[in-house]
């Protein structure tokens, strides 16, 4: 069965302390894997999406990358307005996004 | 350009009741999933319409059901509401053909509770 698991479930940084996301995915045949950034009481918002082993992405303190059983987010020196609940989400040979709990990260000045 | 509108965005029944959620994908989208959301979990996929059909459909019951329109935009529809229907309702657009692995775009979903 596909699945998802992210972890930390929770994580709380000091301004500037960099870290890491985990997201561990089985899946067979994966046609990508997703993050997105979801703000309390809104929708997710599309960060990355992430297609083979080896491939990375970044956008400003964020960087994602990909192997063929797990992605890592990593936030460079971040920021309190990084505070969010981080997601990824897998998809296999459907077209659903099977996606994980979630990371809630809080940034403290 | 506008993004995945979502309406109503919060929404109160009872048990028993029936209630239609509404959904106008991104600009440019062709395709609609509808995910359910409990809090403090991930969103969970309850189906995708494209070319106004249901495509594919997640482990939900058949109290749930959909449509899409002409203009992309779709409904979900749910039956005989249960305490357990409380959740954040979302709705996902992309662009694509069949087994497209285009990103999916969310709006801010619609919040029912269920008394």
């Known amino acids: 069965e596909d699945q998802v698991t992210q972890s930390p479930e929770a994580l709380r940084l000091q301004e500037g302390e960099s870290s890491s996301l985990n997201c561990s995915y089985t899946v067979s045949g994966l046609r990508g894997l997703f993050w997105y950034r979801q703000d309390p009481g809104k929708g997710p918002e599309f960060l990355f999406t992430l297609y083979s082993a080896g491939e990375e992405k970044e956008k400003e303190r964020l960087k994602a990358t990909l192997t063929k059983k797990e992605s890592f987010l990593h936030i460079t020196a971040p920021k309190p307005e990084d505070s969010a609940t981080y997601l990824c989400a897998v998809q296999a040979n459907t077209d659903k996004l099977i996606f994980g709990t979630g990371t809630r990260l809080q940034v403290f000045p | 350009d506008a993004g995945v509108t979502q309406s109503p965005t919060h929404l109160i029944k009872t048990r028993g009741q029936q209630v239609t959620l509404r959904c106008s994908p991104k600009s440019g989208h062709d395709t609609v999933s509808w995910y359910q959301q409990a809090l403090g979990q991930g969103p969970q996929f309850i189906f995708q319409?494209?070319?106004?059909?249901?495509?594919q459909r997640g482990n939900f019951p058949d109290r749930f059901s959909g449509h899409q329109f002409p203009n992309y935009s779709s409904e979900l529809n749910v039956n005989a509401l249960l305490l357990g229907d409380s959740a954040l309702y979302l709705c996902?657009?992309?662009?694509?053909?069949?087994?497209?692995?285009?990103?999916?775009?969310f709006g801010d979903g619609t919040r029912l509770s269920i008394l």
């Open positions: 319409y494209y070319e106004e059909e249901e495509r």
């Open positions: 996902a657009s992309s662009l694509g053909t069949a087994h497209s692995n285009q990103p999916q775009h």
